[in-house]
């Protein structure tokens, strides 16, 4: 399982850890909901753990949005961030730091559902960027797209789903980069004039 693939969905997980209890080893206490999901193995070779945030009671189960992946520079394992709501990724550390100080941790993919437009269009500077990158690049990558535009992970997999739609970039089944349909700049925004007028998408 690759978390920042998920990022956005409902995932089910177990708590073993509920708000107010303490550590088995550490002896602080939870703040927060604690827990795992099971069946899926993360690099400890343990069921993958995962935070929840904004359930305010002590809880056995929930199935929540994943909102972030946290990474340790120090650690095998990520960590997922599971809520019923929307945190800013600065919440989001905040929140988590009781545990996260320990460690050299850093949080590369969050959920910024809310900040997505309904749609695009060719007229938006991220759009014409994400172009003008894939010609350069050679193909539409959502981690260098990502890291350009510097958006989240779901903000770039949306883009290159529209750009898919509207023929610019070939689909695919996977985060792999994506092949383009045209070789130049100015025949995507050609493309997109020529699909925009006619209201045509592939």
Not at 44 to 58: C, I, K, Q, R, T
Request: proline share 6%.
């Amino acid at each position: 399982m690759k978390p920042e693939e998920h990022l956005g969905e409902l995932i089910k997980i177990k708590i073993d850890r509920p708000l107010g209890s303490k550590h088995p080893k550490h002896g602080f206490i939870y703040p927060l909901n604690y827990g795992y999901v099971p069946g899926v193995i993360g690099g400890d070779g343990e069921e993958l753990d995962a935070y929840l945030l904004g359930v305010f009671e002590p809880v056995k189960e929930y199935e929540g949005r994943l909102i972030a992946v946290v990474y340790r520079e120090d650690d095998v394992e990520e960590k997922l961030v599971v809520s019923p709501k929307i945190y800013t990724a600065a919440q989001i550390q905040a929140l988590i730091e009781f545990q996260e100080r320990w460690f050299r941790s850093w949080m590369p993919y969050n959920y910024d559902k809310p900040y997505w437009p309904d749609t695009f269009s060719m007229d938006m500077p991220d759009v014409q960027k994400a172009i003008r990158l894939a010609v350069e690049h050679g193909s539409y990558s959502l981690s260098y797209t990502q890291t350009k535009l510097k958006k989240g992970y779901g903000y770039v997999s949306k883009l290159c789903a529209w750009l898919e739609d509207n023929g610019i970039v070939k689909k695919g089944n996977d985060s792999k980069p994506r092949k383009l349909k045209v070789k130049t700049y100015e025949d995507a925004i050609k493309m997109l004039k020529t699909k925009e007028g006619s209201g045509e998408k592939d």
